[in-house]
């Protein structure tokens, strides 16, 4: 079995500064993990996945996230805030079952 | 490619009404997924079909909802009769067989039931 946790439901940040979300994964398997962005009134769009390789994962809109195994964390980051940013953003994991999401963190960016 | 075609994209019902959501996954991706997203329970998968079989419908919240995918290219989630705690954003989702894959989300339908 699976599961997310997604530190702070929602996070504020000015523009320019850097962007850090947290997530962290439980699973019985090798996982694999996915950052989702949700933009009002649309549907989910991937923003990276980890599978396997490599555990710094380059994404699009200039994020990034790092698969740390030991902390069983998967943290989202960029290094400076841009007000298209503002969105929920969704981890998700996934290994012997599809994806299960984490509740999300709305990223406010403020001027 | 057009992606993931989901109709309507809004529906307004009264209570004790039918309610049927349609989708039209991306040609080529053999899995395909429900999702219903609140703000109380955020988004919970309903039910998974591979190659048009249902695998896993334990999020089906209850016998008013069913899903059915009769071919490759449609799939449908119906409600029936609906009540106002159906009232959501129903996803839906494709992507190839395997659970790495990047599953890519429709527009949604935002379901108001009265």
């Known amino acids: 079995a699976q599961s997310v946790t997604q530190l702070g439901s929602h996070v504020s940040v000015s523009e320019g500064a850097l962007v850090l979300l947290r997530c962290n994964y439980s699973s019985s398997v090798p996982p694999y993990l996915f950052w989702y962005v949700q933009y009002p009134n649309q549907g989910l769009q991937l923003l990276l996945k980890y599978t396997t390789g490599a555990t710094l994962v380059k994404g699009i809109n200039g994020f990034e996230a790092e698969f740390k195994k030991s902390e069983t964390s998967f943290h989202l980051t960029k290094p400076s805030a841009h007000m298209s940013d503002a969105a929920e953003y969704f981890c998700?994991?996934?290994?012997?079952?599809?994806?299960?999401f984490g509740k999300g963190t709305r990223l406010s960016v403020i001027a | 490619d057009a992606g993931v075609i989901q109709s309507p994209r809004h529906e307004v019902t009264e209570m004790g009404q039918e309610v049927t959501l349609r989708c039209k996954p991306i040609?080529?991706?053999?899995?395909l997924f429900w999702y219903r997203q609140t703000m109380m329970r955020g988004l919970e998968l309903l039910i998974y079909?591979?190659?048009?079989?249902?695998?896993?419908d334990s999020g089906m919240p209850e016998d008013r909802f069913s899903a059915k995918m009769p071919n490759a290219s449609f799939s449908t989630l119906k409600i029936q009769p609906s009540e106002p705690r159906d009232s959501a954003v129903y996803f839906c989702a494709s992507s190839t067989t395997g659970v790495e894959d990047t599953q890519y989300f429709g527009p949604g339908t935002r379901l108001t039931v009265l």
């Open positions: 998700a994991v996934a290994g012997n079952t599809p994806l299960v």
């Open positions: 079909f591979n190659n048009n079989v249902p695998i896993d």
């Open positions: 040609s080529g991706h053999n899995s």
